[in-house]
């Protein structure tokens, strides 16, 4: 049975936009791992810097992750179940730390990467659905925006 959530896409795979909003969903679980494991190394002036600032990064990467979900289901997917696969099924080609625990621009610059990578891939995405899949695009729209705000936020910090 088609569920009324799929019902309104046209134009565009069910299970290829499942397939991307679930990388999507991967990839916010993956930030939330990495700011845990980052507030957990953090040392000298990064820890006093940027401590505060992992945590709303991964209580809004939960939050985008929760969206992502619910959405999925509304479309009659799943959700990747399996913790060693977020990595792999999201849009980031590994799992990785800086090389510094301390240094505040290494650290916003490894971020700065990986808030590229999502923007891309948003907006890619952004570019498929328009009109096809209108729920599925505001979500990704939104999240795409709260993801320039924050590249903003590093650019500035490291200019």
């Known amino acids: 049975m088609q569920t009324v959530g799929a019902a309104l896409v046209k134009g565009v795979d069910v299970e290829e936009l499942v397939e991307r909003l679930d990388s999507f969903y991967c990839y916010n679980m993956v930030v939330v791992q990495f700011c845990r494991a980052m507030e957990n190394r953090l040392e000298g002036q990064a820890s006093f810097l940027l401590g505060d600032e992992l945590e709303e990064v991964a209580e809004e990467a939960l939050s985008a992750a929760k969206k992502l979900s619910e959405r999925i289901g509304e479309l009659g997917g799943e959700i990747t179940a399996d913790p060693s696969l977020l990595v792999e099924r999201s849009p980031l080609p590994a799992f990785s730390m800086p090389e510094s625990n301390s240094d ?56």
């Open 104 to 159: 505040v621009g290494v650290i916003l610059e490894h971020v700065y990467e990986q808030v590229r990578t999502i923007v891309q891939e948003y907006g890619d995405f952004l570019g498929r659905v328009k009109e096809q899949d209108e729920l599925s695009h505001r979500l990704v729209l939104k999240l795409l925006a709260e993801q320039v705000a924050r590249a903003s936020e590093i650019e500035a910090a490291l200019a």
